[in-house]
């Protein structure tokens, strides 16, 4: 039987894994960073009405711009992240990865580079992969956090074209303060005299910060791009619609790299009908985070060493090296509780639940570390 070594597939993705989580049937799943609220009755019936008249006109093709989403997404930056933004500013695609990949596409490619401070989300340098980017890992303090004077070195160092920051991190949950964002900012594009390099903030998690966003930092400064998603706080992991903020020349030039209507008219109805619903929506994000600072405290009191998270999720340990935590990875999966083991040496992520799957998670966790005190003994 032809395995996928045996196609002409590219140099660069032989031997690669595609990325994925583990979608296990347990009663507490706490490992995607999901939002564990349903939508409201409410949003489901306008959905439904937004959705029942787009079908009407499945015949035609939709708006291959989506102007009235990308101007509903721009009221919402405006009114939540602090900074004025109008839809020539904003564009949105099928999720965040795929603005991710557009941006790739378009300033990125072969004979470019991208750098990343790892850990952090990995399909950042899958995404690098794919459109044949070449990909630089930066480094992180032993607290995930950025070391800026040592960031600025390896830009200067290595010249990229494309640096992400991710804040709120994936997997850390670690924000990233203004002045690194700006220094980092100044480090690409001096690295970059003859074009600049281009900046993007990843913040999926922007909602769930104890910070205020970092979009204002974009007026002035057009190779600076701020990315968003409406999986998360929005609750809507199943829709797919990720956007952008940047300036306009910055969405023009991710038009050159869209595939044509590649944002169908359910998903721009249904977008749209969210953005109807967002006080609602943004009062679920409320309940999240302090259960989010609850699992960060309790854990904490079991002696588990918790690094402080901006995000809908915790990382938790340290456990005895990277066998370690995957030994407790399976632990709490007997216990019925699915986490995420991300790789990151002695740890776990755990994304925050409602207040019930909280309290299983903590009553396995609890369990589990006694079973090792036991076998320690």
């Known amino acids: 039987m032809t395995g996928i070594d045996d196609l002409p597939i590219r140099d660069e993705l032989r031997g690669k894994s595609p990325y994925g989580a583990p979608q296990l049937d347990v009663p507490v799943r706490l490992n995607t960073n999901e939002n564990p609220y349903p939508l409201p009755e409410a949003l489901v019936a306008r959905i439904a009405e937004r959705v029942t008249e787009a079908a009407r006109h499945l015949n035609r093709y939709p708006d291959r711009d989506a102007v009235e989403l990308r101007t509903r997404l721009a009221d919402y930056l405006s009114r939540t992240a602090g900074h004025f933004v109008d839809h020539r500013q904003v564009w949105a695609a099928n999720g965040s990865n795929e603005v991710l990949q557009q941006l790739l596409q378009a300033f990125g490619g072969p004979g470019r580079t991208a750098l990343g401070f790892e850990p ?167 309940q999240l985070k302090t259960e989010r600072d609850r699992l960060v405290s309790e854990l904490r009191a079991l002696g588990c060493e918790v690094t402080d998270s901006d995000a809908n999720f915790v990382q938790f340990g340290r456990f005895d090296g990277a066998a370690g935590s995957h030994a407790v990875w399976k632990a709490l999966l007997e216990h019925g509780v699915l986490v995420r083991d991300n790789g990151v040496p002695g740890r776990l992520r755990v994304t925050a639940g409602t207040p019930e799957e909280n309290d299983a998670f903590l009553d396995a966790v609890r369990a589990v570390l006694k079973e090792l005190k036991e076998k320690s003994d």
């Open 120 to 286: 952090s989300y990995s399909m950042h340098a899958l995404l690098a992969r794919g459109t044949g980017t070449g990909w630089l890992s930066g480094p992180r303090d032993d607290d995930f956090t950025i070391d800026t004077e040592a960031a600025v070195r390896t830009i200067a160092e290595h010249r990229p074209d494309v640096v992400f920051v991710c804040s709120p991190n994936n997997p850390t949950g670690t924000a990233v303060s203004e002045e690194t964002v700006l220094a980092l900012h100044d480090a690409a594009q001096a690295a970059r005299p003859e074009h600049g390099a281009l900046v993007v903030v990843d913040e999926a998690y922007g909602e769930f910060s104890h910070h205020p966003s970092l979009l204002p930092l974009i007026e002035g400064r057009p190779r600076l791009v701020l990315s968003r998603t409406m999986s998360k706080a929005f609750g809507a992991a199943g829709l797919r619609l990720g956007y952008l903020a940047a300036a306009p020349a910055v969405v023009d030039a991710v038009q050159l790299v869209r595939l044509p209507y590649h944002l169908s008219a359910v998903t721009q109805a249904t977008a749209l009908a969210a953005l109807e619903h967002t006080d609602t929506l943004l009062g679920y994000v409320a």
